[in-house]
């Protein structure tokens, strides 16, 4: 099993910046592709970027050039910076990870990250 814990959320201004990062633990040779979810309420989660193990990225085209994903296959972390922030990118935050035999997906708890003046 993989448990995925997630940190930095927090309140921030309009412009401002902030650094997810998501923590592995357990089984971590199994996960491949790793990637930022976002919820809004009242909204569908949706993709934020992804990585796989060999740093190929991709990301929604609401963040793009403002976020970016990377991981330390080392320290079983993926990290997401966001900068230039929106209120529109209030939002909790999951983790996700993807076994890489079975597909399955495991996810983290989720961090609330609110952008407002």
């Known amino acids: 099993q993989v448990q995925l814990v997630e940190s930095g959320g927090g309140l921030v201004q309009p412009g401002g910046s902030l650094r997810l990062s998501c923590a592995a633990s357990g089984s971590t040779f199994s996960i491949g592709t790793m990637a930022w979810y976002r919820q809004a309420p009242g909204k569908e989660r949706e993709l934020v970027a992804s990585?796989?193990?060999?740093?190929?990225?991709n990301y929604a085209d609401a963040v793009k050039g403002r976020f970016t994903i990377s991981r330390d296959n080392i320290k079983n972390t993926v990290y997401l910076q966001m900068n230039s922030l929106k209120p529109e990118d209030t939002a909790v935050y999951y983790c996700?990870?993807?076994?890489?035999?079975?597909?399955?997906?495991?996810w983290g708890q989720g961090t609330q990250v609110t952008v407002s003046s």
């Open positions: 996700n990870g993807r076994n890489r035999a079975t597909l399955a997906y495991y």
């Open positions: 990585i796989t193990r060999d740093n190929t990225k």
